[in-house]
């Protein structure tokens, strides 16, 4: 007798359709969330970049401007590039863990640590820059970008650890089942 307690909550075989908990849901938005902070973070590296290389150029003497047309391109397509890597991590993890992929969590973390070393990283850029200057702003608003960034995938990831989220996954992978196959008769 069960006095209206399931103690399996998702009875269900290998790849069945269980429910889904709010904290998967939760994490779910949040990474969305992270994906466009990483679009919007590439968007305002765009233009303060832009900006910032379009000011150094007209100060400068030199009548030359294949050279700074070549690195103003390389440094726009590095950073498309590396916007849509982001974006597209997060969207793959968003979706891959909202789908109860069971290796989602674990490249998930991985992910959280190198950026959070990153995200350290940038801090003491910020620290170290010399005196005040125009590019002080950008900085200070890109490490902005990047602790929120942070935060939410903090906030992703701790709710992707949390237990009903792994009974969830090893309903869905079939891993709940595994101690119980073979049948003993």
């Known amino acids: 007798m069960s006095y209206g307690y399931d103690p399996h909550p998702y009875p269900a075989g290998p790849g069945a359709a269980v429910a889904r908990p709010s904290s998967l849901n939760t ?105 005040a200057s125009p590019s002080i702003a950008s900085y200070s608003l890109g490490l902005v970008l990047s602790l929120v960034t942070w935060g939410v995938g903090l906030g992703a990831t701790v709710l992707l650890w949390r237990s009903d989220v792994s009974a969830y996954i090893a309903a869905r992978s079939g891993r709940a089942f595994q101690d119980q196959w073979p049948p003993h008769h």
């Open 27 to 131: 994490a779910f938005a949040l990474m969305l969330l992270g994906a466009g902070i990483a679009a919007l973070s590439a968007l305002f590296t765009l233009v303060i970049g832009v900006g910032i290389g379009m000011s150094l150029f007209s100060a400068s003497d030199d009548p030359d401007t294949s050279e700074f047309a070549v690195g103003l391109g390389i440094g726009v397509g590095i950073t498309i590039l590396v916007a849509v890597v982001q974006v597209g991590l997060w969207l793959w993890m968003a979706f891959a863990n909202r789908a109860g992929r069971p290796y989602a969590r674990v490249v998930s973390a991985v992910l959280f640590g190198i950026h959070s070393l990153l995200v350290l990283l940038h801090v003491a850029t910020v620290l170290m820059a010399p005196g």
